[in-house]
């Protein structure tokens, strides 16, 4: 980095966060892209702006203690960052899995800040979860979970303070176990207070299509942006959760054929088009591996992972990472450059490291950044906070139509930034600056706090 302020600001967080790698890749993702800003306002240095932007308002870690089919007494850890409420209560995700730890907690409640703040609705950034696997457990036991986990999370969240949503493990589920907990201990109905609520009690329609049909509506309008389209390309979509399944569904709507789709076991790869309708029987009915796909199609071929994701080396025109941060490195970038991908859409979070980025962006690869790309998600829970607040609930065309124009704002917007300094087609820089300034504005006007 040129900047002064900038590399100290870098060094500080690298020395202070020695122990947490994904969190500081966050913050050097986002460092990284704003020396003009920076440059073009000095003044931000003389009040900690970027030491306060990188600084957790508040991270609360407490002990989740429940009781397994077996009579045994299991012990998880539980998580809350409430990063940034500067443009509205705290809202993120809660994630279940065992790779949860502080590190990522505070990365993708850091992420969410500039995420949120792109979607322009009034809402702050936070994250959470647990190193608790819900793979292989009972209903029994997941419920046992979320009331454990629930009976502490209630002290620190409301409708107008954080309302957390699902992520990676807590579905609609989990949300169901968490809220009937929620409900129980505060003997109030506070339908906002939690988002991906199933629709018999509050929830929105078009939220389990959300993300991934909002990372589609961006790229198309990415491409579009720049004389291309989605109908007749080749695509590959990591993962085979929410995101995954409905970016699929809404890529083949446009007319493009989705090849590839990946568990963390191993992918497929149907060259005729994945049979969409069989993923979803295998994953949100059977709930097993990708694996079982084979049995539909005889023409799959199937490639178990080995120390990378094997879907990144087949050739597509589109690659659309879902499922988790760092599943594409230099190495895989430098597969699908090689392959002719033209276009990359990120429905996980950092799916994608600094050093892959920096090639994409250097071999001319439009690169959907995806705290734009994948707002679809939590604009969709901002719409299902303001339908409980009217007590009303819109149709799914309406939350839908309404999903579109958000992503077609947040993609303008992340142009605009590009092109306001220099930067061309760099969208990962241009959602950088578009949520910072807006971030930093806000900050500004309501002091030192």
Not at 333 to 355: F, H, I, Q, R, S
Request: net charge neutral; with cysteine; charged share 25%.
């Amino acid at each position: 980095m040129g900047n002064a302020y900038l590399e100290k600001v870098l060094n500080d967080v690298s020395k202070k966060n020695s122990n947490e790698p994904e969190f500081v890749q966050a913050v050097d993702e986002v460092l990284s892209t704003l020396e003009k800003v920076i440059d073009k306002h000095p003044e931000y240095q003389k009040i900690a702006m970027l030491e306060r932007v990188v600084e957790p308002e508040r991270l609360v870690s407490f002990r989740v203690p429940w009781v397994d089919d077996k009579g045994q007494v299991q012990v998880n850890r539980g998580y809350r960052v409430q990063f940034n409420g500067v443009l509205g209560p705290y809202k993120g995700g809660l994630r279940f899995h065992p790779s949860v730890n502080q590190s990522i907690m505070k990365f993708l409640a850091f992420e969410q800040i500039f995420k949120n703040a792109l979607t322009c609705l009034p809402i702050g950034g936070g994250k959470g979860g647990s190193d608790f696997d819900p793979k292989g457990k009972s209903d029994d036991e997941i419920m046992r979970f979320c009331q454990s986990f629930m009976n502490e999370l209630q002290r620190h969240i409301g409708a107008d303070v954080d309302v957390p949503a699902g992520d990676i493990g807590v579905g609609a589920r989990e949300i169901g176990y968490l809220f009937g907990q929620y409900r129980k201990i505060k003997n109030i109905y506070e339908a906002g207070v939690l988002t991906g609520k199933g629709l018999d009690y509050g929830g929105s329609l078009a939220r389990k299509e959300a993300t991934g049909y909002g990372l589609i509506y961006f790229m198309r309008e990415m491409l579009k942006a720049n004389g291309r389209t989605i109908k007749g390309k080749t695509v590959s979509v990591s993962g085979s959760g929410n995101v995954a399944i409905y970016a699929c569904e809404k890529a083949q709507e446009y007319g493009a054929n989705v090849v590839a789709m990946s568990d963390s076991n191993g992918c497929i790869y149907a060259p005729n088009g994945i049979k969409l309708d069989v993923v979803k029987e295998i994953k949100e009915e059977q709930r097993l591996r990708i694996k079982e796909y084979l049995k539909y199609d005889s023409s799959a071929q199937y490639f178990e992972t080995t120390d990378r994701p094997k879907i990144w080396e087949i050739k597509v025109d589109i690659a659309l990472p879902c499922a988790t941060q760092n599943e594409i490195d230099l190495e895989s970038a430098k597969k699908l450059v090689a392959n002719g991908v033209m276009a990359v859409g990120e429905g996980a979070n950092m799916p994608t490291n600094k050093e892959a980025i920096e090639y994409f962006l250097s071999n001319n690869v439009l690169l959907a950044p995806a705290k734009a790309a994948n707002a679809g998600g939590v604009a969709t829970s901002a719409l299902e906070m303001s339908q409980n607040s009217m007590r009303y609930f819109w149709t799914f065309d309406e939350v839908n139509e309404k999903l579109d124009r958000i992503m077609t704002n947040i993609f303008e917007q992340c142009q605009k930034a590009a092109q306001e300094y220099g930067l061309g087609t760099n969208y990962v820089a241009g959602a950088n600056i578009a949520a910072f300034r807006k971030i930093a504005k806000a900050m500004r006007s309501q002091g030192i706090i």
